[in-house]
């Protein structure tokens, strides 16, 4: 089975862009002075680590190509993963620099993260001396590190949750399609509607992926307590979580026979092969992005569901960080590189080409997907109607609340448990497993 993770999601659009941005520049008011002091820069070796598994050919053409474009006096080194040895232990042997760390929100607080192996430092003297206006930006992207604890990084992409859908299978069914604006109980209804079984296939109305939901959930819930390292679990507003986006639409009878399938499977419930190449699947949240596996089917896409007392607040953002490091001899010249790719010139073409933008400029989100496969689909509300919920901190145990509760899920939907004792079991197994690892 095809697996995305989460930190090459937030960069699958970018390749498409680099080998040639177009003469339309809509740079912001520095841009002469960004021009002069890329022109005067002295040569200069800048080494980038990406924490998203790509290879030096992805990382070229995502990255390297266009920096070797704009500023011709940086030489471009890449620094690969190493399976046997971690970049901390890199670093410390001083066989390996890294200048620029590149990586995703959802992976910032993981192990293996720039905080977690140190070379943080908060870049907000950089930003001020480079004259870098931070009200450019979409708001949630900066907040998203700054709950971190510092503006460790700027953010270059986004993402953010849509739904997709299988138009087969509603017009198989004559149920009218799902549209933007909906609410948790209209994503429910459709989805009893859908869940039925014909021909001898099963069909299910709706599914998530739940590690990237429950990182990215609408309600902005923690999952781990940053300063206690406890699990934030027991509380209404997890049960309001799982009962409103999981159980109402899921848990009914018709989705025994296939929960009972995918008991083996690592996700428990439908996920990316259920949907794309089963293709028993109605309806399937997802992170955005241009993916190879929609490619044959008959979709489209609507803005996440909300809840009723939240309208327009969808998932939390998902942005991609370049930082530079806390060891970089080279941070001005790093600057000049990050500056790049949050510039307008190279957003606009981002946009062009499918990549949510960072900035909050309505003239680049009217670009957004038109020189795409996708310009003839919702893509544009469906990931701009809504607006971003509230950043909550991650942390590096957070991947422990997701397994958990992807662990009991089944149990949940076949009514084997019940919420409470989810969140209760769930909320005693992360923080034996938090206080197994801080010891």
């Keep these: 089975m095809k697996k995305v993770t989460m930190a090459v999601a937030g960069t699958l659009l970018l390749g498409s862009i680099l080998s040639g941005c177009s003469g339309t520049k809509q740079e912001p008011a520095s ?16 080494y980038f680590y990406h924490n998203g598994n790509l290879s030096e050919e992805q990382f070229q053409k995502q990255y390297g190509d266009y920096i070797k474009q704009k500023l011709p006096n940086v030489t471009v080194k890449f620094v690969p993963k190493d399976k046997t040895v971690s970049l901390a232990e890199m670093i410390t042997s001083g066989t390996t620099k890294v200048d620029i760390f590149i990586d995703s929100i959802g992976q910032i607080g993981l192990k293996g993260s720039l905080l977690d192996i140190g070379l943080n430092q908060d870049l907000s003297d ?27 990084g700027l953010p270059i992409s986004n993402s953010t949750l849509v739904l997709m859908y299988n138009k087969d299978i509603f017009d198989k069914f004559g149920v009218e399609y799902p549209k933007d604006g909906m609410t948790w109980d209209d994503l429910a209804a459709l989805s009893q ?27 902005s819930l923690a999952n781990v307590d940053a300063s206690s390292k406890k699990a934030t679990l027991e509380t209404d507003a997890w049960k309001k979580l799982l009962q409103e986006t999981l159980m109402k639409p899921m848990q009914s009878e018709g989705y025994g026979p296939v929960l009972e399938d995918l008991k083996k499977q690592w996700y428990k419930i439908p996920y990316i092969d259920e949907f794309s190449k089963a293709r028993n699947v109605a309806m399937f949240s997802f ?4 993916y190879d596996w929609t490619r044959e089917m008959n979709w489209d896409v609507t803005a996440l569901p909300t809840f009723k007392d939240a309208p327009k607040v969808g998932s939390q953002s998902y942005p991609t960080y370049m930082f530079i490091t806390s060891t970089s001899e080279h941070k001005d010249e790093a600057m000049e590189v990050v500056k790049l790719f949050i510039s307008d010139e190279y957003q606009t073409q981002f946009s062009k080409s499918g990549g949510i933008t960072i900035l909050k400029n309505d003239a680049i989100k009217q670009v957004f997907g038109q020189d795409t496969t996708m310009k003839d689909k919702n893509i544009k509300n469906a990931v701009f109607s809504n607006t971003f919920a509230p950043a909550a901190a991650k942390t590096r145990y957070d991947t422990f609340v997701e397994d958990a509760i992807r662990g009991q899920i089944t149990d ?12 209760r079991n769930g909320q005693e197994q992360v923080n034996k497993k938090i206080e197994s690892e801080t010891k």
Aim: hydrophobic residues 40%; proline residues 3%; neutral net charge.
């Design 287 to 290: 992170m955005y992005g241009d």
């Design 31 to 46: 841009s002469t002075g960004d021009a002069e002091a890329a022109a005067n820069m002295k040569p200069v070796d800048l």
């Design 126 to 152: 950089l930003v001020k001396k480079h004259n870098v206006d931070l009200s450019r930006f979409e708001p949630s992207t900066i907040d998203a590190i700054k709950v971190m604890g510092g503006l460790y």
């Design 193 to 219: 509607k859908l869940t039925r079984s014909d021909n001898g296939v099963n069909y299910v109305g709706y599914t998530t992926s739940i590690n990237h939901f429950l990182r990215l959930n609408p309600l």
């Design 412 to 423: 949940l939907l076949l009514g084997k448990t019940d919420v409470n004792t989810v969140l």
